[in-house]
């Protein structure tokens, strides 16, 4: 219980020295990085997760199998970005915006996990981060993401837009706001 605190404690800190980095108040809980994660495994390959914060999806990402060597993180606050580097040895750190992933990633992989909240940022931004998203999955890769409330993280035109489509699947309750988890595929797969 007191690392959960502790956690807090940090999370909020950053919430107010870096609030334009730093897009909630309280970080994501056990029950939605559980839920995140459900679809991963061993064999998803390769997983870049966007947004980690203070690591709670990751852990849950860890959890699920996928290998330490098999994970990249994107987070943009250094102090949040070199806390995951001392939790999390073996996992690649990129400090910078999701939106450049393509930048950093030379191969295909198997998911995004994105604890990005996309319905709070500008209709462009949330293009450009599934976008960059869909440049690094393979062909068969899924994304998954949450929002707080019902709206899926793009409008049907931008879905549309893009070539892809959103499955609603988990609702997590046990979490502050609560929590609808997506996946987002090519709409061919």
Do not use: C
């Not at 919430?15 to 730093?22: D, R």
């Not at 910078?96 to 931004?125: C, E, F, W, Y």
């Amino acid at each position: 219980m007191s690392n959960m605190l502790s956690d807090l404690a940090f999370f909020l800190k950053q919430a107010v020295l870096q609030p334009k980095q730093t897009s909630s108040l309280v970080p994501s809980s056990r029950a939605l990085a559980k839920a995140m994660a459900a679809a991963l495994s061993p064999a998803t390959g390769p997983v870049v997760e966007f947004g980690p914060g203070t690591g709670t999806i990751t852990r849950a990402i860890l959890d699920q199998g996928v290998a330490p060597a098999d994970l990249t993180l994107f987070e943009m606050n250094p102090a949040f970005a070199e806390e995951l580097h001392s939790r999390f040895p073996g996992v690649t750190i990129h400090v910078t915006g999701a939106q450049d992933a393509p930048k950093h990633i030379p191969g295909k992989v198997g998911a995004v996990v994105s604890g990005l909240p996309l319905l709070s940022m500008p209709r462009s931004l949330r293009r450009e981060i599934v976008g960059a998203a869909f440049d690094i999955l393979r062909p068969d890769g899924f994304m998954v993401q949450f929002t707080y409330g019902q709206n899926a993280p793009l409008s049907a035109e931008g879905l549309a837009s893009l070539g892809l489509r959103a499955e609603k699947t988990t609702k997590i309750w046990g979490n502050f706001p609560p929590a609808q988890v997506y996946i987002l595929r090519q709409a061919d797969h």
